[in-house]
């Protein structure tokens, strides 16, 4: 049935796999380390949003000075 096909793309996260608890573990352990925390129904309403983006609320959220491109890829990197 696949053999036609180069690829597949397939988008498991949140969809088979439920995610959102590593998600949260990994900010949880890199906003420590800026003493940001996140607030659980604003990190609900991003979901879905590029890592990036959440960066950017939550360094708002706490008017930190913080590039929020390198804070995800800080998380990204796996805290």
């Known amino acids: ?3 036609r096909y180069a690829g597949l793309i397939f988008d498991m996260d949140g969809t088979i796999l439920d995610t ?3 998600h949260r573990k990994a900010w949880k352990e890199v906003l ?3 003493g940001m ?3 659980e129904q604003a ?3 991003l979901n879905g949003s590029p890592t990036w983006r ?3 609320a939550i360094i ?3 008017e930190a000075d913080l590039d929020p491109h ?3 890829r800080e998380k990204n990197a796996g805290g």
């Open 32 to 34: 420590g380390r800026y």
């Open 43 to 45: 990190m609900v309403a």
């Open 54 to 56: 959440i960066a950017q």
């Open 60 to 62: 708002e959220s706490h």
């Open 70 to 72: 390198l804070l995800a």
């Open 37 to 39: 925390r996140f607030d």
């Open 1 to 3: 049935m696949y053999e």
């Open 20 to 22: 959102e608890p590593t």
